[in-house]
Structure formats: C-alpha cells, structure tokens
C-alpha cells in the first residue's frame, strides 16, 4: 500500500488547512485510515481514525469541533480539513492505513502502513 499525503504548509493561528491523502495497492474501501501528527520532541498521536465507509470517526480531544476527517472512496482519497488552528498543532501530519476494521483504528501501533508525513506549521 503507498500513502501519499499533501496538503501541509504554513498558516496564522485561527487559519485553515485541508490535507489529501491518496491511496494505492489495494482496494481502498477496505481499508480503515487514520491521520496522526508528531511534533519536535513528542510522541506520535492519534489526530483522527476513519471506517471503511467513513460512517464512524474517531477524534481526538484536542481536535473535536475543529479538525474533519472525511473519505472519498471512489477517488481513494482520505481528507483531513482543519480548521481554528493553533501553534499547539504545528507537526509533521501523516495518513495511515490498516487492513483491519470495519471500524476506526484508534492504536497508533496498529497502523500496517504509513505515508511519507507533510509539514504543518501554524504560527502566532
């Protein structure tokens, strides 16, 4: 499976990003996604976890009511828009795949693949 996000970049505090994650390898809609941030010095953490039909998502506290994680599975195509961002959310973002499910993923370590990771710097 090959993951390939995009979507990062640098904005203000209170500014927007909508990160794309592509999908290939295999059949999408069998694949539970997840979108992870690591920032300098800190663990990698769960952002938002995805189900096969997109009909359960996961969120992290720190994210609830303003990070959306959304599929298109016609276009295999995984989003992550966020929105209200804050310096706190400055990290590197990565997508990532298991072949498990139907439902959303919550354990960072089960992941089975993961994308090459895209910059998100949020500034003050």
């Known amino acids: 499976v090959q993951l390939q996000a995009y979507g990062g970049g640098l904005v203000q505090a209170g500014g927007f990003l909508r990160l794309s994650c592509a999908v290939s390898g295999r059949p999408f809609g069998r694949l539970r996604m997840g979108w992870l941030r690591q920032a300098p010095g800190k663990n990698r953490q769960l952002v938002a976890a995805i189900s096969w039909s997109g009909d359960m998502i996961y969120y992290a506290d720190s994210v609830k009511g303003r990070f959306t994680t959304s599929r298109d599975n016609a276009k295999n195509t995984v989003y992550l828009q966020m929105n209200g961002l804050n310096p706190e959310d400055t990290a590197v973002y990565y997508c990532?795949?298991?072949?498990?499910?139907?439902?959303?993923?919550?354990?960072?370590?089960?992941?089975?693949?993961w994308g090459q990771g895209t910059l998100v710097t949020v500034s003050s």
């Open positions: 990532a795949a298991d072949v498990g499910g139907p439902g959303p993923l919550v354990i960072v370590s089960e992941y089975n693949y």
